[in-house]
Each structure stands twice: as structure tokens, then as C-alpha cells.
């Protein structure tokens, strides 16, 4: 019983479900795109991580579906072991030559990637700093690892150097920081994290989950968009993204990964990204290499919508940032907001504590290549109407 007493007193979800605003676990019905079934209503998703459009391509799926016939469902072993498919290979191959890198390594999904990095290069001799806000993953490789972590405050470089300055030169340092923060959608400051770097003799692992397939002119995330993609020692990503569908990669120099795919426990010991998804994400990275109007139309989305809400009168985020954050905070009206803009058509991600400081409560969200201008202006007549009836503006 004491076990499960926890299980027994944990309320919050329920208390949702009876008010009825429950956000979570809503399933899809329809097909993945800019606009999804849900309950059997059509809603404008604004929600979703598909920022290019790709999990629903017609060359994306044709390819996926090429892949089922040719290999099967799943790789059913470990990269390691039977699990490794020449398709698997030209998938690094082509990750390495998009991301000016000598090699690079696919895991099953972005969480492995993160947990699986950092967890086998860093030993107890080594130190670890991070961003507070970065991603769940990074805190768990991190936790995995037997080096020692240090927090520094978000994006505070000044905090960075100043744990820095306290270990020796030859000390092993490994600094990981989201390019783009999935909570609250802020950039990275690189240029002044790379000088510290330098500064320090401390190594940097960029995740570009957010930022991969949207930033930069070629869609090489924020290290491209920074000018600074020679200097980072590990670049990594996942493709359930701007790729439209599952798995995730590091890229670095050829001993990093090979060194990686000997020792990561999480890498070695799970089965490999299954053929389907594979193939999509081959197809899926030509697309984002040969098709740069699908970034610029996600862009004109993402500027419409943020703009369009700031001018209404909402705390919006105005960052260059793939992520639109719309600061409510009481968790309450949150929710109640969400629900009224559910009820209305619209899909956001309502975000609360821990993810965000008590009385922080944010509404993320994300527009896609394949939104079209009109639904975005009836969005925005939604959330003016709605936020004028709970008097959020
Ligand atoms: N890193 C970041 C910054 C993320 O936002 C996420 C997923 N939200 C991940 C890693 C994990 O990726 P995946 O969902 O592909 O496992």
C-alpha cells in the first residue's frame, strides 16, 4: 500500500477532468496537418511540432511506405547486434554531409540521443553545466552520467563563467544547451556561450531540436543561424520535429561517435529507429535541403500569429523563436482559456508548474509551413474574442 499511496492521493488530473478542462491525452483522428480531428470536431492545431508540415507529405509517407515493403515494420534489435539496416547508414551519411560534421549517429528517439551522449562521455572526472531550462532529456543524460551537474540561470552567461572559473583547465567540461528552449521559446545566446567555451577549454553539445529544419537559410538550426556551426563540437537533433517523425542523431568527429556507439547504454541496449521511419526522415531531409519556401512560409506564419496576438494585447513572446509563448499565469485561467479556445477550434499546449515557476502558467504555441493565412486570422479573431470574455486583455 505505501507504494502505491502516491497513486492513490493524486487528484490533480481528475479534478481537471470534473471541471471539465482536461488538456491532456486528446487523441487525433484524422490525418497530421495544420488542421486535425479531435472528439469529431475539426480544430486548428497550434500546438504541434510538425513545423514544416512533413509528418503528413505525400513524398514523405510514399517513402515510408516503400520502406514497410521492403524491410518490415521494425528492426526488432539493437544497432549493435541485427538491428543496423543499410538504410540506417545513408541516413547518418546524409546527416553528417547536411550538417558539416564527420560522422553522425541515429538512436530511436531525440530523449535516447540526449541520455545516450551525454551519459557515455561524461565520466566522474568530468563536470557538467546546463541551462536551467533545458530539456528533460539533457537533466537525465546529465543524471546519467557520473559527472557532476551545475545549473547556471537561463541563458546567463555571465552564471556560466562564473562556475566555470572554479575548475582547472584540464578539467573535462561539457556545456549542453537547447538552441531553442521548448518551454518558453528562447534563443540561445551562442555567440557569447562559444567565448566562454573557448575561454574555459570547456566543450559544447548543442541540442537543435526546435531549431533544425527552421533556422538558418538551409535549416541548420541555430548554430547556422549563428555562424558558429564549425565550433560546436556535438550538434544534436530529433526528427520528431521539423522531420514529421521519430528518432534523433548526434553529429560530431568520427572518434566522438565511435566512441558513442560502443559505450552508450542507450544506444546498445534498445532497439534501432524502425525501416518506415527511417526512410521518412531521408525524405524528409531532402525536402528541408531542396524546399528553403517551406521555412520561409513557416516564418510568415509564426511572424503573423505573434505579431497578430501582441497586437490584440497579449504577453507574447517577441524573440526570433519557432515557439510562441503567451503568458497568462494562474493556472486556473490557463486551463480555462485553453479549454474555451478548444471549444472554439483552436489547439494549444497549455503549460504549467514544474515546467514553468509557480503562477508562471503559459500557453506554447507553434504554427506550421502549412498553415494558410486565413485560418490564422480566424485564430487570432478566436483568441481576441475569447481573451476579451475572460478578461486576459
Ligand atoms: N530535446 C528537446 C529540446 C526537446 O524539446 C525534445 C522533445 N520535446 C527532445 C529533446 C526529445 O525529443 P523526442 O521527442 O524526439 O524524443
Known amino acids: 500500500m505505501r507504494l502505491f499511496e502516491k497513486c492513490y492521493n493524486f487528484t490533480d488530473a481528475r479534478a481537471l477532468k470534473n471541471a471539465g478542462c482536461y488538456p491532456y491525452f486528446k487523441s487525433v483522428e484524422s490525418g497530421l496537418d495544420a488542421e486535425v480531428t479531435i472528439d469529431g470536431k475539426k480544430v486548428i492545431m497550434l500546438g504541434s511540432n510538425n513545423y514544416l508540415g512533413l509528418a503528413n507529405h505525400p513524398k514523405v509517407k510514399e517513402a515510408a511506405k516503400k520502406a514497410v515493403d521492403?524491410?518490415?515494420?521494425?528492426?526488432?534489435?539493437?544497432?549493435?547486434?541485427?538491428?543496423?539496416?543499410?538504410?540506417?547508414?545513408k541516413l547518418e551519411r546524409k546527416l553528417a554531409e547536411f550538417l558539416n560534421k564527420e560522422d553522425a549517429l541515429v538512436f530511436s528517439t531525440g530523449f535516447q540521443t540526449n541520455l545516450g551522449t551525454i551519459s557515455s562521455l561524461v565520466t566522474?572526472?568530468?563536470?557538467?553545466?546546463?541551462?536551467?531550462?533545458d530539456h528533460a532529456s539533457i537533466l537525465d543524460g546529465c543524471r546519467l552520467s557520473y559527472g557532476k551537474i551545475f545549473k547556471f540561470k537561463h541563458n546567463d552567461v555571465k552564471h556560466l563563467g562564473s562556475l566555470l572559473a572554479n575548475f582547472p583547465e584540464d578539467m573535462g567540461k561539457l556545456i549542453v544547451v537547447d538552441g531553442i528552449y521548448s518551454v518558453s521559446g528562447d534563443i540561445v545566446n551562442l555567440p557569447d556561450i562559444m567565448k566562454v567555451c573557448e575561454k574555459y577549454k570547456a566543450n559544447l553539445m548543442l541540442d537543435e531540436a526546435h531549431s533544425l529544419g527552421v533556422f538558418g537559410k538551409g535549416g541548420r538550426g541555430t548554430g547556422e543561424y549563428f555562424g558558429l556551426e564549425e565550433k560546436l563540437d556535438i550538434v544534436m537533433g530529433t526528427f520528431s520535429k521539423s522531420f514529421g517523425s521519430i528518432g534523433g542523431f548526434i553529429v560530431a568527429k568520427e572518434p566522438i561517435i565511435d566512441f558513442v556507439k560502443h559505450h552508450s547504454r542507450p544506444f546498445i541496449f534498445s532497439a534501432s529507429m524502425p525501416p518506415p521511419s527511417v526512410a521518412a526522415v531521408l525524405a524528409a531531409l531532402e525536402i528541408v535541403e531542396k524546399e528553403p519556401e517551406r521555412r520561409d512560409k513557416f516564418w510568415t506564419n509564426t511572424n503573423l500569429i505573434k505579431k497578430g496576438l501582441y497586437e490584440i494585447g497579449f504577453k507574447v513572446s517577441m524573440n526570433k523563436s519557432s515557439i510562441v509563448a503567451l503568458f497568462i499565469g494562474e493556472e486556473s485561467l490557463t486551463f480555462t482559456f485553453w479549454q474555451s479556445l478548444f471549444d472554439e477550434g483552436v489547439f494549444t499546449n497549455p503549460i504549467i508548474t514544474p515546467a514553468v515557476p509557480k503562477n508562471g502558467a503559459i500557453l506554447r504555441i507553434s504554427c506550421m509551413a502549412t498553415h494558410n493565412e486565413k485560418s490564422l486570422i480566424r485564430v487570432l479573431e478566436i483568441f481576441e474574442r475569447v481573451g476579451k470574455r475572460l478578461k486576459i486583455i
Open 124 to 133: 566522474r572526472h568530468d563536470i557538467l553545466l546546463i541551462d536551467k531550462e
Open 70 to 89: 521492403r524491410y518490415g515494420v521494425g528492426c526488432t534489435g539493437s544497432r549493435l547486434l541485427t538491428g543496423t539496416l543499410d538504410i540506417h547508414i
